[in-house]
């Protein structure tokens, strides 16, 4: 890996940049009804970060559920937790090929149908949700991390629990929503070539190889729309409120996953960054060399071509979250974390704004009070910074539940 340059942390240093109208088409059209925006622009812009940034990953499958265990009381008997092994089928090609990926299901006791449910991947195992043994332990390839109990690429029991305070499942619980995740690693593993061991391994061999091949971001993507699949099937579960959510890589992931699929009802963006919900062209903190460089298999080839070269992309991230409209979707910062450009994540759902306005609904709008440490604010697009560095602990869980129930009760009026 080539040396890459020092990040720019000093707003005097961000270039001056002009952001695509995420309201005009390619051709030069103005958008100005919600129904030019679904046929026009929206498949449009789809089509721009397919091609561009994440890849086009386009695979008929069939899916195959076995329960593993439970359900069985947890959480201090506040909800019912279940494992399941999905298995996910090409319905063409190499079809003795499975990908199989065990699910974690959390439902709460007081709504024990329907309930309401967040869907995320996880990036150590199910198993670091929660101490309890009885939790399967991942399989297969993890990343190193000795510090939380991880060793030789392996999961031990000294690494149960090691993530579960950014997964409160006591609180997420008694909220009564309803929590489903898997290990991002059983989708695709996160290292450079991990495509030969996941859902890409699945296409055929000429479609890995294009320009706008899929980055493991979109295989994850994939993943999480085929759980919303299995949400579809569970009587216990709600799938018209599922919400898709991620920190970090997998709030990238969460982005793109509900971008591409309408059937989630919410999106929800923890501190996702650059090729998350960061404005690529203010180059502060970690640019598109910094992001292509230390995790080349993330994006799609193409988007390597934008090195340095962030202006000349036809597309940013604000049209991204566009792509959410008329959902809502909430985006959050962390104060300290620099990298991840907190102003620029912020600056991009003011942005996205004008299209949820195109629909009648209210987005964001430049204010000290939006910028206020902790303050949640937004009735479609939500934002929050936190005190703190990279992480999502149950603070962030409190303000992105406030706002699904915000959202609930008006669905109900």
Not at 263 to 276: E, K
Not at 381 to 394: E, K, N, S
């Amino acid at each position: 890996m080539s040396l890459l340059p020092d990040p720019n942390y000093d707003e005097s240093r961000v270039p001056a940049y002009a952001l695509p109208d995420a309201l005009v088409t390619q051709g030069g059209g103005r958008v100005t009804t919600p129904d030019m925006w679904r046929a026009a622009r929206r498949p449009e812009l789809l089509e721009l970060f397919r091609q561009h940034v994440y890849g086009r990953l386009e695979l008929d499958v069939e899916l195959e559920v076995e329960p593993l265990s439970g359900p069985m009381p947890c959480a201090g008997e506040l909800g019912w937790r279940s494992e399941l092994e999905l298995k996910i089928w090409p319905k063409s090609g190499s079809g003795e090929r499975a990908l199989t990926i065990d699910v974690l299901l959390h439902v709460p006791r007081q709504r024990p149908l329907g309930a309401p449910v967040l869907i995320g991947l996880n990036l150590f195992g199910n198993h670091s949700l929660h101490p309890d043994p009885r939790i399967r332990l991942a399989r297969g390839w993890l990343p190193q991390h000795e510090e939380l109990g991880l060793s030789g690429h392996v999961a031990t029991e000294a690494s149960r629990g090691m993530h579960a305070q950014r997964w409160p499942v006591e609180l997420v619980l008694s909220r009564g929503y309803a929590l489903i995740t898997a290990y991002a690693g059983d989708i695709e593993p996160d290292f450079d070539h991990g495509g030969t061991l996941g859902i890409r391994a699945l296409l055929p061999a000429f479609e890995r190889t294009r320009p706008d091949a899929p980055g493991a971001l979109a295989a994850w993507a994939f993943g999480m729309s085929r759980l919303l699949d299995l949400v579809e099937t569970r009587p216990e579960l709600n799938a018209a409120r599922a919400i898709a959510i991620g920190h970090s890589r997998l709030g990238k992931t969460a982005l793109w996953a509900a971008a591409q699929d309408e059937r989630f009802a919410l999106a929800i963006s923890n501190q996702s960054g650059c090729g998350g919900a960061a404005l690529s062209r203010r180059c502060y903190g970690e640019t598109l060399l910094h992001i292509n460089q230390r995790f080349p298999h993330w994006f799609c080839p193409r988007f390597k071509s934008y090195n340095q070269r962030e202006h000349e992309l036809s597309i940013d991230q604000h049209q991204l979250i566009a792509l959410l409209a008329p959902r809502p979707v909430y985006v959050a910062s962390a104060a300290l974390d620099r990298w991840a450009d907190p102003h620029g994540e912020f600056l991009a759902c003011v942005a996205a704004s004008e299209v949820y306005a195109l629909f009648g609904l209210e987005g964001l709008e430049l204010s000290e009070e939006a910028l206020a440490q902790s303050r949640s604010v937004g009735r479609h697009i939500g934002y929050h910074v936190r005190p703190g560095r990279h992480d999502i602990t149950p603070r962030d869980f409190w303000h992105y539940l406030d706002f699904a129930d915000q959202e609930r009760k008006s669905n109900a009026n």
